[in-house]
């Protein structure tokens, strides 16, 4: 007579991986890269390959020699993707040694300080942007003009404003006949309203980063929780700002701008760093949009993505704490 072996749940084993859903993120980025490829050349080939290769290098370097550990990580595409993450959040144009220094920050600070993927409190990649943002404003504010593939245009590239200086000289002089430097939604959307002043690496075409966001939502890597409720908060308060005073971009224009869709899809998804529940993912997702319009408009920098995810990361426990699922089979309490 064989023997019954009793063991605890769970008994059911599902496809779900770090490693499926990390590699899952990076080709859901293919499009956004590929598009930064196109505009940016060989600058964005440089910014994103130095980015993920030094995360890699330092996590392997801090698990081997710093922390002891036997079995490094990297090889699990988290580093990997916090690298891409970091050079989307970069201009094309950044030197090396400001990238290197992005990402040892990024990964020892940000991710490795904690204790490594499901423990760091704060998105790693926004860690290191930030970082850059504060110690080295002006190279981190110089936006390179499209159209300058080659070698020498990353050496040498000429730059310009972005449409979110404009937004932000609009609102500040309280003239909307400035909006007209703004290119229209439909030339964001599609990545060529960028002549001027192209922004980060990752910001440059809107169409790329929601065919990253359908793959994502059909491989059910994300739910649409996050990313809805930040765009939809931040398309409702831009146009009730617009309609008040039409020195404020329309809304269309305002969700399209900037880093928003790339923070709203990507960066505040993060498994670690974002509530669990769905109630309050739409709660933190609110408050990111909230946010990031108080920094854009009253703030001193034109973008505010980064500041709002980062802010929001901190009160991310306070949220898992405070909306909590109902136990399995237990009565709910009575008010």
Known sequence: ????????????????????????????????????????????????????????????????????????????????????????????????????????????????TFGGLGQNIFNPAL????????????????WPKLGQLGLSGYLDAQTGATPL???KEAIKNDNYKELAKVPDALSVFLGNGYAEGAGSIGEICALALLLGLAYMLWKKIITWHIPVSIIGTVF??????????PAYAD?????????????????????????????????????I???????RNRGSYPEG???????????TPLINYYIKPERFGEEPEKK
């Not at 860690?127 to 110089?142: E, H, I, W, Y």
């Not at 308060?237 to 309609?243: D, K, R, V």
Request: contains cysteine.
């Open 1 to 112: 007579m064989g023997k019954l072996i009793v063991s605890l749940s769970p008994h059911a084993h599902g496809t779900d991986t770090v490693e499926r859903n990390m590699y899952g993120v990076i080709i859901a980025l293919m499009p956004a890269l590929l598009v930064s490829f196109w505009f940016f050349g060989i600058g964005s080939a440089i910014v994103c390959g130095t980015s993920v290769a030094a995360c890699v290098f330092f996590e392997w370097v801090i698990n081997k020699f710093i922390l002891g550990r036997r079995q490094n990580t990297i090889l699990d595409g988290s580093a990997a993707l916090t690298g891409l993450l970091l050079g989307f959040n970069l201009p094309s144009n950044l030197p090396v040694w400001i990238i290197l220094i992005g990402a040892l920050v990024a990964i020892g600070v940000g991710k490795m």
């Open 127 to 142: 860690v290191g942007r930030c970082f850059l943002l504060v110690s080295f404003p002006a190279q981190m504010t110089s």
């Open 165 to 167: 200086y404009y937004m």
């Open 236 to 245: 409702v308060f831009s146009g009730l700002f617009h309609l008040v005073n």
């Open 251 to 287: 809304p269309l224009t305002v969700i399209m701008s900037g880093g928003l869709m790339l923070g709203a899809i990507f960066m505040a998804t993060d498994y670690v760093t974002s509530p669990m529940t769905p109630k309050g993912q739409i709660i933190y997702g609110i408050f």
């Open 289 to 295: 949009g909230v946010l990031t319009l108080l920094i």
């Open 305 to 315: 993505m980064s500041f709002a995810i980062l802010i929001m990361n901190a009160f």
